[in-house]
Structures are given as structure tokens and as C-alpha cells.
């Protein structure tokens, strides 16, 4: 049964035929490609969001007719035809009286865009209200960043802000039948890992709107990541569906495009060139890497120390099957409560499959974890990681199985500022040891807790909650990632530098404390110095 009803949420639905969805790459051609390759910008993601000053036709047959020239100058010409996206000037200082969760939330509002006005020809695509960015670089909304973000704003009392991030995540999926990695065009061929459907409990929680009000949008989203699955036979995959041996589909991460991504291009190109594979083949891995949101991990590679070894298609994710598990589970209670008893009976049909599957395919019984899934090698990964606590987090695992993981979540993962993201350490990669990532913590505490594994839980929110006091203290600011050891040390790995600002962070970093209200971290107070992020 489909809802035909008017949305109930507050946005206009006939923007979508003003959304200007072309990206960067496909506008500007080969000046793009000139642009990245040339490094006009440090940072590739730095082209890709500027806003051009005039129609880009007439920017690319400007280009064209001077291009030739002897004395042509391309960072000239750029800067001469675009406007660099610049942050707004803040006053934000850290304030030495204030507590962590004091600095929390004062940072709420400079976090905050207002889409008031929309630059014309951008990457940027339009949304109705006001939305949390993450900070640095990433000056846009990202999916599965906001979940986190908004545990942190529903503790901090933001439930207008929660009210206009509901509505435009509904606005996405209703616009593009998805949720794009984050509103820019260069964004629209993947999504990030589901989490919609928790978002919607959370909605429901705070009183924002009830859950069963998105019961179209979680529909739309689901078909979005299912599409085809239905019709392959055992060993086929299509797109983020993958049919295993014995006939039983689960998930894969996937991009529509594969070529080198516009935010990272002359990185994607330098990983093709090491490959020695098909370059297509190498940019849509990379790709697919970044809609899992680890953007880059030993979890993907062939060689834990060669990005160019990456396999993410290849790979059926336990984590990411868990959350279509919690999406099909919620589709079907949210149609119960609609009446609608037959959609009821067939989500809970697939999501008892898809359970079954997990547990055949992602359940290593031997070892006692949750692994992924290697469906063209047709073998179990053998790289533990800490995606291994999701399916406690999301309620499927049983609870032997939730005991299992917890001791080897305790034997192996567990490191002196929380929970490790893998075991492999010198690989380069952001997404792996030493560094630890806020949504790791939260889905490891709150899945351990679901489980009666409190004790466990409490050390790595104790400890998780140390380390990013310690460097609120020295150095006043709150960042996107963290080492895993009591210092201050500044995490590395990856493509860019480490960003401060962080929207995930400061979600789940204040919703701990309130839970933990005599944690040390009550106690500490900012440095002196001023956060880089907020000078810009």
C-alpha cells in the first residue's frame, strides 16, 4: 500500500524542479579536469565548492579561447570566474569558564547554516531549514554525521533544530529517493550508511514528529538500496545488491559513477595509476568506500597498506546490513501502527531473511564476531573491526552472540581512549588504528548496554570521554577524530588534515555526559588558545 497523502512536513515540494543537479566535473569539463590535475587548490573539495561568478557556459568558453595563450595563467583565471566558498567570519572563542558541554553548546550556532540565499550554478543543492554541518572542510550536511550530531542537540535542547533537519532529510528522499553523503551535487550518486530510520525514533522521542509520519520516506529509502535485488540468481549482483550462494541477497556499498570523485580527483587518479587494475574499477571501490562513511580502511583493502588494493564492492558489509535490517524492521512496525497489516507482514518477512542471511554469512561462530563478507572470493573477512558491534546496537544479534562479541570487543578492540575502529595500525588510513571515531563509541556503548554488558560499555565511554577532555584542555576545541592513547596527540591518516569543529563529536561526547554526570569531564575547562576552524 502507498501513502498518496500530502507531506505533512513543512517544505515545498516544487523546488525540486529548481534544483541544479549537474556536478563540477560534467558543468566545467575539461577546465575541471585542468583545475584538479594543475592543483590550482591544495585541497581538491576546494574547486568543487566554489560558486562561479557568471554562467558557467560562458566561464568554459572564456576558458577555451584563452586556455591556448602563452601567458595564460590558470589559478588567475579561476580566481578571476569563481568565488572561493568562504565560511562566515565568527566571533566564537572558547570561553575558559566554560564546561565541556558549556562549549558544546555554544558551538551549536556556529555550526548552523541558514539557506537563505542559494549561490547559483554551486555544487551546493538547496534545503528548505536550517541544518548542523560537521566544521572545516565539510561546510555541508552529511547523512550518517547527522544522526550523531543530533543526539547532541536534542541534550542541548535544540528541538527546533532537530524539527528542521527532520524535515529536510524527508525533503532529500523525496526530492532525489534518497539520502545523497551530503547536499552537493557531486554527492548525488551515493548515500551513507541508512540511518534514517534510527533518526526517525528520534524524532518521535523528542516530540519533533511521529514515526510513523515518514513511513513513505523509510519505503523510498529502502527501494533506493534494494533495487534489483529481486531479480539475480545466486552469484549476480547489481548495484548495492548482492545474491549469495544459496539465493539469499544482502548489501553492498556502491556508487552510480565511476569515475575519480570531484571532492578527491587527482587522489583517485594517483590510486588508479598504483593499481594496475581497470581504473573504472578502482574509482568506483573508492567511491563505494566513501558512501560506507569509512573513507579509507584496511576493511577494504586486498592489502591492508595499498589503497590501490581496495575492494569495497567485492565486500558485503556487516554493518550496513544491519541497518536495512533495523529499516525493515521499523517499516514494519510503523505499518502495523498504520493498519496496514500486509506491508507489515512483508518487511517483516525480509528483515527475518536478511537476519538468517547475517547470520549464516556475517556470524563467525569460531571466532565469536561479526565479520564481513567477501561474496566474490565466497569467504568471511578475517580483519576484525569495531562494525562488529552493530548488530547489538540494532538488536539482532542473540544474546550468546552479544556475549561472544563483548569478550572480544574486550580481548582486541578495547584501547585506553575507547573502542578501536580495527586492529591494523600503519596502514595510513583514517579509519584505523590508533584513531577512534565518535559513532563507533556511541553504537559500542549503547549496543554493549542493550545486551546487559554495562561494565564494558562503562570503560569505553570513560575512557572515550578522557581522551577528548584531555585535548579540550590543552587545546580548546573538539575534533573529528581521536588517537586512542592518553596524550594529546593529533590523529592523522587519510586524505586531509584533522578538522575541528566536529558535529558528531560534540553530539556524542554531550550525550554521554549527561548520562555519566560524575565523569571528570564535567570538571575540565577550555585553554586559551582560539580554535583554527573558528578564525577562518
Not at 580566481?79 to 558551538?107: G, K, Q, W
Not at 524535515?167 to 534518497?178: C, E, K, Q, S, W
Not at 539465493?247 to 587522489?267: A, H, I, M
Request: aromatic share 12%; with cysteine; glycine share 6%.
Amino acid at each position: 500500500m502507498t501513502d498518496t497523502r500530502q507531506s505533512p512536513f513543512d517544505y515545498d515540494t516544487r523546488a525540486v524542479s529548481t534544483a541544479d543537479t549537474l556536478t563540477p566535473a560534467d558543468r566545467y569539463q575539461e577546465l575541471f579536469v585542468a583545475v584538479q590535475t594543475q592543483r590550482v587548490f591544495p585541497d581538491s573539495k576546494t574547486f568543487v565548492d566554489c560558486a562561479p561568478r557568471q554562467h558557467p557556459e560562458r566561464i568554459l568558453e572564456a576558458y577555451r579561447a584563452q586556455c591556448g595563450e602563452p601567458d595564460f595563467n590558470l589559478k588567475a583565471f579561476v580566481m578571476e570566474h569563481f568565488e572561493l566558498y568562504r565560511m562566515e567570519p565568527t566571533e566564537f572563542v572558547a570561553n575558559p569558564d566554560d564546561s565541556l558541554a558549556e562549549h558544546i553548546d555554544r558551538l551549536w550556532p556556529v555550526l548552523t547554516r541558514h539557506p537563505r540565499q542559494h549561490p547559483e550554478f554551486s555544487s551546493l543543492l538547496p534545503l528548505p531549514h536550517d541544518y548542523v554541518v560537521p566544521g572545516g572542510r565539510f561546510t555541508e550536511l552529511y547523512y550518517w554525521d547527522s544522526y550523531f550530531t543530533m543526539l547532541g542537540l536534542d541534550e542541548s535542547g535544540h528541538c527546533e533544530l532537530l524539527r528542521s533537519m527532520a524535515d529536510n532529510f524527508a525533503y532529500l528522499i523525496d526530492t532525489y529517493g534518497h539520502v545523497p553523503n551530503g547536499n552537493r551535487s557531486y554527492y548525488l550518486s551515493r548515500s551513507q550508511p541508512p540511518v534514517f530510520a534510527l533518526m526517525t525514533d528520534l524524532f518521535e522521542e523528542t516530540g519533533v514528529h511521529r514515526a510513523s509520519d515518514y513511513l513513505p520516506q523509510l519505503r523510498k529509502e529502502h527501494a533506493f538500496w534494494t533495487a534489483g535485488g529481486e531479480l539475480l540468481r545466486p552469484g549476480e549482483a547489481h548495484r548495492r545488491c548482492v545474491c549469495l550462494a544459496d539465493g539469499s541477497v544482502l548489501n553492498r556499498y556502491w556508487d552510480e559513477r565511476d569515475t575519480p570523485r570531484e571532492e578527491s580527483y587527482l587522489e583517485d587518479v594517483e590510486t588508479a595509476r598504483a593499481s594496475g587494475r581497470p581504473a573504472h574499477e578502482v574509482y568506483r571501490d573508492l567511491r563505494a568506500g566513501a558512501e560506507s562513511g569509512w573513507d579509507f580502511s584496511s576493511r577494504w583493502l586486498g592489502e591492508p597498506e595499498r589503497l590501490s588494493s581496495i575492494r569495497t564492492t567485492h565486500i558485503v558489509p556487516v554493518d550496513l546490513n544491519s541497518f536495512l535490517y533495523k529499516l525493515e524492521r521499523q517499516i514494519a512496525r510503523l505499518s502495523d501502527v498504520k493498519g496496514w497489516k500486509a506491508c507489515a507482514e512483508e518487511f517483516r518477512q525480509r528483515a527475518d531473511a536478511r537476519l538468517a542471511a547475517i547470520d549464516r554469512y556475517l556470524w563467525n561462530e569460531r571466532v565469536g564476531a561479526y565479520f564481513d563478507y567477501d561474496w566474490v572470493l565466497q569467504s568471511p573477512r578475517d580483519n576484525l573491526t569495531a562494525a562488529t558491534v552493530t548488530p547489538l546496537f540494532l538488536h539482532l544479534a542473540s544474546a550468546e552472540q552479544a556475549g561472544r562479541v563483548a569478550e572480544i570487543v574486550r580481548e582486541r578492540l578495547l584501547a585506553p581512549g575507547g573502542l578501536s575502529t580495527t586492529e591494523i595500525s600503519g596502514s595510513g588510513e583514517q579509519w584505523d588504528r590508533p584513531n577512534g571515531w565518535a559513532p563507533l563509541q556511541w553504537m559500542g556503548i549503547r549496543g554493549l548496554q542493550h545486551y546487559g554488558h554495562d561494565a564494558l560499555a562503562l570503560q569505553i565511554e570513560e575512557r572515550w570521554l578522557s581522551i577528548v577532555s584531555v585535548l579540550f584542555e590543552q587545546e580548546s576545541k573538539l575534533v573529528e577524530k581521536y588517537v586512542l592513547r592518553p596524550s594529546a596527540e593529533h590523529a592523522g591518516g587519510g586524505e586531509y588534515p584533522l578538522q575541528d569543529g566536529f558535529g558528531w563529536t560534540n553530539g556524542v561526547t554531550r550525550k554521554l555526559m549527561q548520562e555519566d554526570p560524575t565523569h571528570q569531564a564535567h570538571r575540565c575547562r577550555a585553554g586559551q588558545c582560539r580554535p583554527e576552524w573558528a578564525q577562518r
